[in-house]
């Protein structure tokens, strides 16, 4: 008992002392644990408000989307998009690029047929050399073989170019299809030019008596090389890598496929909901205009995107493949001061082809007096491989392209010099403004052909601009 009580008058005592404390000293653990369970909730209250807000945000866009929405004014309609296309469904460019690489199996087909006939050239090319070194240096039968070797070559190229039309023709392919297959034509007629215009010189110089006849002949394998390696420059041998880096060339083939898709979206998105209505309805001269500005920036990204794909991804991507070590497939061409170097730097690959076998062997033929007529002749056979490319690729004639290429390109190139002051940021905006015009002129052209009704025989109706007829211009 006298415990018990010892104990009860120690808590007294310790109770008064602590009665006797200041007020801030009493309870200070119980006061911060309640101050972070105040922060705790504070912060879960202002998430659950943002939340409440941002859903309310999204229901209340979908609800505008939901509603029907009609264009400002008539003047509008080239760059008015609808409900549907712009809300409803979206579009990430797979539509797009489905159809456009339809019928690659015909493609295919076709691309094996022509290389099996540039391998047959190669093999006419032999026998000829081996007959024609049999045959008496001084005479008639030299003569006759040779004539007869032109024919035969002309009659080839001229099936060589008509038959591929035919199938495109005949079997309706789209676009990017027909693209595939007209440059893939003109890739072997080039490399096959090259071939025989390097060979067949040294056929025609070659003495039995003196030189070796087993240098006469080119190695098949070598031709093969040739034909799938990144060059269009025929050479005896190129500068080889040790071994194929798997890896690099699975990138840039992954580049390839990524550039595509995104081109095929910004089409989607950005291009055709701008001119898809054109033929529909009348367009005033303000709402031309603003499809045309409107449409410059995603045109100069598809032609960059096209560059990259096409002269960097693709290229690599076989350079690494057939370990060709030379990968200066362009320069720095976003860094030219003239047209002249902008045309230098561009695609140094198809530079040097028309360099070594076009532009030196007419500079040649007309003494060197006359290089402005070479460098004509130059873009001139450039223009129409473009044009020829692109109007069965549209299934249409629209020589804007060429006159792009063949007039104002030429006229800029021989007017602009090298180093002018704002010369590069020239370049640059009318490098812009052009693929802006020729972009919205093609694809004008292109629904105005499925929106407008034929008006003159079928056979001018290639070559007759649908557009200049079917949707006029109304004044405001």
């Known amino acids: 008992m006298e ?39 504070l912060q879960t209250e202002a998430v659950e408000q943002l939340e409440q807000k941002l859903q309310q945000l999204v229901e209340d866009a979908l609800r505008v989307a939901e509603a029907p929405a009609t264009p400002p004014s008539p003047s509008h309609h080239l760059l008015y998009d609808d409900v549907k296309y712009r809300n409803r469904r979206l579009k990430l460019g797979f539509s797009t690029i489905f159809w456009n690489f339809g019928g690659l199996h015909i493609v295919m087909a076709t691309w094996t047929s022509m290389q099996l006939a540039v391998f047959a050239l190669f093999i006419a090319f032999c026998h000829w050399a081996s007959f024609r070194v ?8 030299r003569q006759l073989l040779d004539n007869s070797a032109l024919i035969v070559l002309i009659a080839f190229k001229v099936g060589f170019l008509v038959l591929p039309v035919h199938v495109i023709q005949y079997n309706q392919l789209p676009p990017i299809s027909v693209m595939i297959l007209l440059c893939e034509q003109m890739r072997m007629i080039m490399k096959s030019y090259a071939f025989l215009r390097s060979q067949v010189p040294k056929v025609k110089m070659f003495k039995p008596h003196t030189d070796a006849t087993g240098v006469l002949l080119p190695d098949f394998n070598h031709f093969v090389y040739f034909m799938f390696a990144p060059a269009l420059v025929y050479r005896e041998s190129y500068p080889r890598t040790k071994q194929i880096r798997w890896k690099v060339a699975l990138w840039h083939l992954t580049e390839v496929f990524g550039v595509i898709f995104f081109i095929s979206f910004l089409f989607e998105c950005s291009l055709v909901p701008m001119f898809r209505n054109f033929g529909k309805q009348q367009l005033s001269p303000k709402a031309m205009v603003v499809a045309i500005f409107g449409s410059m920036v995603p045109s100069l990204t598809v032609m960059l995107s096209v560059f990259y794909c096409i002269l960097h991804a693709w290229m690599n991507a076989f ?23 902008y045309y230098r730097n561009w695609n140094v690959v198809v530079h040097d082809w028309l360099y070594t076998y076009v532009y030196k062997d007419l500079n040649e033929l007309l003494g ?33 392209l060429f006159i792009a290429f063949d007039v104002f390109s030429v ?14 940021l020239l370049m640059w905006l009318l490098f812009t403004i052009g693929t802006g015009l020729l972009t919205s002129l093609y694809m004008m052209e292109w629904f105005a052909r499925r929106h407008c009704p034929q008006f003159i025989d079928s056979t001018w109706d290639f070559f007759v601009p649908r557009s200049w007829f079917c949707s006029p211009l109304t004044s405001e």
């Open 411 to 424: 006229g800029l190139m021989l007017v602009s010099r090298d180093r002018l002051p704002g010369s590069n």
């Open 134 to 141: 049999s045959l008496p240096i001084s005479g008639f039968q």
């Open 3 to 41: 415990t018990e009580a010892s104990q009860t008058s120690v808590r007294e005592v310790a109770g008064d002392r602590m009665s006797t404390l200041p007020e801030d000293k009493k309870k200070p653990v119980p006061d911060v644990l309640e101050l972070k369970e105040r922060i705790q909730q």
């Open 319 to 341: 350079a690494e493949i057939t370990r060709f070590a030379d990968r200066m497939f362009y320069k720095d061409w976003w860094n030219a001061n003239s047209y002249r170097a």
């Open 368 to 400: 060197g007096k006359r290089r402005t007529l070479a460098v004509l002749a130059v873009f001139s056979l450039s223009a129409i491989v473009h044009e020829y490319i692109v109007t069965f690729m549209f299934g249409f004639c629209y020589p804007m």
